[in-house]
């Protein structure tokens, strides 16, 4: 019957090998890395990629106009078209009242099945020209999370990458010591000489 005994390579014995210690120490190290720094990568990223995303919302919100248009005739009868999580939309003509401009008809994708005489939200930028809606609270967070976990998972990686090269090291300079210790014993115990 066979029992672990935990720490082994941190306590002082005459097997315990300089490789081992790194090795063990290697481990408590990546165990930490993984538990406390990964994790905070991925918040300071995440609270980076927040701050930017708001930000970038807030400027496309200021750089385009919201206006109430009625739908004048459907331009697309084919498969409606899914962005970025949102409603199906398809392309229709719609007709709104300008203040400066008076009267303005456009394309513009609306939500799938709107009729005609229907109203939809229509987005403009500066020059006029329809436009996709700035992104919501939702696609903010969206993207505040999907950085975070890139993040954290990038953290991830290095961390075992960096702990697989080490352990790869410790196994090599392992080897080289058990060759040295074998070219020692061997005399002795085959009788024959080196």
């Given amino acids: 019957m066979r029992s672990r005994v935990h720490g082994w390579r941190l306590r002082s014995s005459p097997l315990r090998r300089r490789s081992d210690v790194v090795e063990a120490w290697t481990l408590v190290t990546v165990t930490v890395l993984l538990l406390v720094v990964a994790p905070l990568a991925g918040v300071v990223a995440a609270w980076w990629a927040h701050g930017d995303a708001r930000a970038m919302a807030r400027d496309r919100e200021a750089d385009r106009r919201h206006v109430r248009a009625e739908v004048v005739d459907r331009a697309s009868r084919a498969t409606p078209l899914v962005q970025g999580g949102r409603q199906p939309t398809a392309e229709a003509t719609v007709r709104w009242t300008d203040p400066e401009r008076g009267r303005r008809t456009a394309t513009a994708?609306?939500?799938?099945?709107?009729?005609?005489?229907?109203?939809?939200?229509?987005?403009?930028?500066?020059?006029?020209?329809?436009?996709t809606p700035p992104p919501g609270t939702t696609a903010v967070w969206?993207?505040?999370?999907?950085?975070?976990?890139?993040?954290?998972?990038?953290?991830v990686a290095v961390i075992l990458f960096a702990h697989t090269v080490v352990r790869h090291g410790a196994m090599r300079r392992r080897l080289a010591e058990w060759d040295q210790a074998w070219a020692r014993a061997e005399p002795e115990w085959t009788g024959r000489r080196a």
């Fill in 109 to 131: 994708r609306v939500p799938a099945g709107t009729r005609t005489g229907e109203t939809v939200d229509v987005w403009l930028d500066a020059r006029g020209r329809t436009v």
């Fill in 142 to 155: 969206q993207n505040t999370i999907t950085i975070g976990v890139c993040a954290t998972g990038g953290a």
